[in-house]
Structures are given as structure tokens and as C-alpha cells.
């Protein structure tokens, strides 16, 4: 069980203005006062209220645009007091937020290469100590889920209660079809280990390209995510970093319009009852296959125990070879796909082979 962190939920967060999805917005990097103003009266016109823009950016290769830096700020206090909206930048240092503060900046967030790095965020931690604005903590760009609940644990140790997560993505070696790869099932254990946490998505950094944008703001929403944050350019052919990945606010808005919002839980009785009676459903199967699977454990050990008597090595390749090819045949009639019985038996057979190799150094 994970120690828990003390956390005050979204709502009492005092900056979402809109129910879910929570929306954040804005470019990539502020560039010009002109560019900032003229993309957040759009969003603002849309209804977004949540706007960002990067102040300092952290850039793959030097003598690429690293973001105009302090007088930005400026520039983004204007979209405060002028449009009423509330503003967030990524922060990288003790001097960050020391000039954010100054500037009236409402949020904070962490990007994916600062969460990597434990020195950065306690410098961070120390700095916010005593500030009561939110932080959220981008993913690591390696999928490393303690290090990202390390950087959590830092923040809310210097008494930062309103805390969030945002997903973006993870680095691979190999190009995919995304940018950074969403591995989901990071999400999901993360999730899982910390329930209550507020927890964004940013299909822009995930996608790197605005046509897969919509499909991973809907899987965010489908696995239950409280919001997305998502770039946004008055003009994103001329934007200096992540051209490719923006949206004009009114294609984010249209985007946003057709997305479906998943409930949590519902309230009707007759969704409960069917929902109930599946479960059970569900868990008379568990039980069973848990039953089966001690079954066929017990038999492995037998075997185990018969192929020391013999002197017989644990390993016979073509022995599961075959074994694995007749599961994955039956398991396609049964409807299961390839890469899911290969992956259950791999565990199955993982698990008894360490249970006779113990046998066997017994
Ligand atoms: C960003 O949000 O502009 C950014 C640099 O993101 P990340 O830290 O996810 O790369
Ligand atoms: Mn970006």
C-alpha cells in the first residue's frame, strides 16, 4: 500500500471554471504578446478559462527557440487580468518559481525531463514551501512510476496539498506512431495506487501530431481521467516549438465538443442491478480461475519432483513450444487474442518453472 499523500481534490483547487473534462490551454511556448493575447481571447471565447503557455523551455538541442524567458510573464499576467483567466507555466527551477510568483502565476507544473531528476524537484519542493498554488507533475519521460510518485511525495512533504498528475507520454528508442508512447497501463497502476489524486492527460506531447489528438483525449476521459491538457496556437503553422502538435482554439474546441464524457459510477438502479450481477458473474469466474490455475501448480511440482528423481533438466523448449502453440489455437476459438495468450502462458509457465527450479536446488 502506498503511503498517502495529503491532498485537497480539484474542486477546492479555486481554477476550473467548467465541469469535466477540465480543460488547460494554450501554446507551447509564449512567444509574442500579440500571440498570447490574441490565442487566449479565443479560448477564453470558447469558454476555456485554464490558460498555458511555456515560459522556459527545455529543448532537445541548444540553439533552438528556449522560450522567451521572464518578460513573458508579462505577457501572461495580461491574460490574467485582462481576460480574467488563470495562468500556468512549466517551472524548472528555484528561480522559476521565485518569478512566477512574482508575476501572479496561478499553477504550476513540472515537465517530463524535471520529474527525472530528484535534485531539481526538491529544489522546487523548497521553493514552494508555504505557497499554496497547485502543482502538477508531469510522467517521468522513462516509464519509472516510484520516481514519479517520489517527485509527488517531495512536493507534498514542503506541504503542497493540491497536487495533480499529467500523463504525456514516454520516450522509446524506436519510432512509434506517437510521439511518446502512452503505455496505458502505466496510467492504470497509477491510477490504482493513488485513487484520489487529479490526474490530466496531455494528448499533445503523447500524439506530437494534432491528427491523433481526439483519439487519445477520448481513451484519457474513457479510463476515467479528470482532464486534459492540450496545446493550443492562434496560428500553429508559424508557432516556434511543436508546430505540429497544435490546435487552433477553435479546432480544440470542436474537438472537445465531440468527445464523449464517461461517468465514474451512475446512479439509475437498473444500471446497478446489471452491473451487479455481471460482477458477480465475474468474480465465480476469478475464483475459478485462480482454482485452476493452484491446480495446475500442484501438478508442475509433481513433475518437478519426478524430473529431479530422473535427473532431468526443468527445460524442454519443444515440449512448451508445442504447448503454447495449441493454447494459442484453442485460445482463438475461446476468442482471445494471440498476444494475450502468449502473455498469460508465458506467466503460467514462468511461475512453474521457478517452482521446480526450487525443487530442484532443494
Ligand atoms: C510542454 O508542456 O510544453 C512540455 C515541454 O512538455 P513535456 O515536459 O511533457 O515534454
Ligand atoms: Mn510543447
Known sequence: MEKKLDLIPVSGWNLFAEQKPLIIAGPCSAESEIQVMETARRLSSHGINVFRAGIWKPRTHPNTFEGVGTPGLKWMQRVKNELGMKICTEVASEKHIFDCLKFGVDMVWLGART??????????????????????????????????????????????????????????????????????????????????????????????????????????????????????????????SDAKQQLTPDELFAMIENLTVRQQDSDSPSYKENIDQLRAKIDVIDENILYILGSRMKISRQIGEYKKENNIAILQTSRWDSLLAKAIEKGAEYGLSEKFVTALFNAVHEASVQVQNDILEK
Not at 492527460?201 to 476515467?224: M, T
Open 115 to 240: 520529474t527525472a531528476n530528484p535534485f531539481l524537484v526538491q529544489e522546487i519542493a523548497d521553493a514552494l514551501r508555504d505557497v499554496d498554488i497547485p502543482v502538477l507533475v508531469k510522467n517521468p519521460v522513462n516509464p519509472d512510476i516510484d520516481l514519479w510518485i517520489g517527485a509527488l511525495e517531495r512536493l507534498n512533504q514542503s506541504g503542497i496539498k493540491k497536487l495533480g498528475v499529467i500523463h504525456r507520454g514516454f520516450s522509446t528508442f524506436e519510432k512509434m506512431k506517437y510521439r511518446n508512447n502512452p503505455e496505458w497501463q502505466v496510467v492504470i497502476e497509477m491510477r490504482s495506487r493513488l485513487p484520489e489524486l487529479p490526474f490530466f492527460c496531455d494528448p499533445s506531447h503523447i500524439s506530437g501530431a494534432k491528427e491523433y489528438i481526439a483519439e487519445i483525449s477520448q481513451r484519457s476521459l474513457d479510463l476515467g481521467l479528470d482532464g486534459l491538457m492540450i496545446e493550443s496556437h492562434c496560428d500553429p503553422t508559424c508557432a516556434l
